[in-house]
């Protein structure tokens, strides 16, 4: 088994020390779906959210969760990030958000991906419930990430 990375000699949590590592572009896509229902798809659809502009918000959300992940997040690096994007996909009855997040660091920015994925998707949830509680926020993933010294991932698609 690989050494753990962030604990110490004593078995303590750490932060790593990346001060060695080289700095480089990194990039990571990360996925949420929210599972909504026809009904909330149609009220978006037909501008009825109690809310206002749903993806918007969303997309806002997500952005400004990627930029505070070191807050959230106990070990993780604040990293200052070169982009974010935030993709939101409806469907018949899901949205899907794709977020993308850039840095030229020394560490990986794959938290930064997944926290803006999360928060866009808790923002859908919560401009939305008063139309359902049913909703599901689900399929939170790394899909893809580049840079840095373990190379490159690409995550295989979901059996259905």
Not at 15 to 42: C, P, Y
Not at 43 to 67: C, F, H, W
Not at 75 to 90: F, M, N, R
Not at 129 to 156: E, F, N, P, V
Request: aromatic share 2%; net charge neutral.
């Amino acid at each position: 088994m690989k050494n753990l990375s962030h604990l110490d000699g004593a078995g303590s949590v750490r932060m790593v020390d990346v001060g060695d590592k080289s700095v480089s572009r990194r990039v990571a896509v990360a996925e949420a779906v929210l599972l909504v229902g026809e009904e909330v798809m149609t009220a978006i659809q037909d501008g009825q959210s109690p809310k206002g502009n749903v993806y918007e918000t969303a997309r806002l959300a997500g952005i400004m969760a990627a930029k505070r992940t070191s807050e959230l997040i106990p070990l993780a690096h604040q990293l200052s990030l070169d982009h974010v994007e935030i993709e939101l996909e409806p469907g018949a009855d899901r949205i899907r958000i794709v977020a993308t997040a850039s840095t030229r660091a020394a560490t990986g920015v794959e938290m930064e991906a997944l926290a803006a994925a999360s928060v866009a998707g808790l923002t859908l949830y919560d401009m939305l419930k008063a139309i359902s509680k049913t909703m599901t926020l689900t399929g939170i993933r790394l899909l893809s990430k580049s840079g840095g010294s373990s190379g490159d991932y690409r995550a295989k698609e979901p059996s259905p």
